[in-house]
């Protein structure tokens, strides 16, 4: 069988979820282990505890996708006196590697929320909450016998990726102009001679993240020994990224027949929510986890429901009878980011031992 290290598996899972992507508070990424380490099998969770590092023990995984990370804030000292302490304990002295993916998977178009979604049968997509400033635009100029070479290369490297549509750029023809000196060894030209060429200027966006990659391709493809361009980073919304998600039911529902619906399908073993409206509903906001931060946005957007987690007592009130509120719990809210994960694994490593977790880690029970 094929040696599968740490980092083939954290690699893929950065592709799909990028570590950028997560908000400013929290602790995606590789928690406890070394990414060299080749991996025995892979246990997927909502939350590493110490019963689900038995469970890698006895099965003898040393790696744990978890979606909560289990260290989240900064600790001093680690003897095994509360729970966290105990499973990174547990995890470090059996060799055990724990990696999150928290916020960053909820906040690409087919995470956490899309799975919600395709969940409740809703169709008509998109990102609740837009993220900005997550989109480069790159400028370079290629002698016009070598776009094509250098435009794949490009493009592979994940440049013009928009939405729904790839291998998108803008190009114009023009004429570069250059003068190499004595040290210069020039594609094209001779030293101290003025050099007119025939040239493409190519303008290409691409996620923020995959700069590296993006600069790498353009350098190893160009056939220039200095290539001319440069980056501007765009402040524009970027349709696949951001907080929750809005579809709509194919047919309406009368309120107290969504509530049963979303009831049955979540596993819920109750639904807090505000006073049902009248009306059919049709328009539904999503936000797996702790959602309240939307409710705005959820209003602008005239959903007719809300669902999510995590709503105290005042922020009920918000709602001001815009708005159906319907707080499922968190737990029920993410419980299916266990099969996103699994699926996404198992297509990539179709070979490996992937399991879940058979540790039910909803901490809240209910009489």
Known sequence: METIKIKDVTSHLERLAPLTYQESYDNSGLLTGNLEWPVTGILVTLDCIEKVIDEAIALKYNLIVAHHPILFKGIKKITGGNYVERTLIKAIKNDIAIYAIHTNLDNIYQGVNKKIAEKLGLIDLEVLATRPSTLSNLVTFIP?????????????????????????????????????????????????????????????????????????????????????????????????????????????????????HLKGVMNAAYIRHTALPTTPVKNIAICGGAGSFLLGTAISRNADVFVSADFKYHEFFDAEDRILIADIGHYESEQFTKELLKDVLREKFPNFAINFSKTVTNPISYL
Do not use: W
């Open 144 to 260: 016009r016998e070598n776009v094509e070479t250098v435009m794949s290369a490009l493009h592979q490297a994940g440049a013009g990726e928009v939405g729904n549509y790839k291998n998108c750029s803008f190009r114009i023809d023009g004429i570069g102009t250059f003068e190499p000196d004595e040290m210069a060894k020039p594609h094209i030209g001779e030293a101290n001679r003025l050099e007119n060429v025939d040239e493409t200027r190519v303008e290409m966006i691409f996620g923020s993240h995959l700069e590296k990659d993006v600069l790498r391709a353009l350098r190893d493809s160009h056939p220039y020994e200095e290539v001319a361009y440069y980056l501007t980073p765009l402040s524009n919304l970027n349709q696949q990224v951001g907080a929750g998600m809005l579809g709509t039911l194919p047919k309406a529902m009368g309120a107290k027949e969504f509530l049963e």
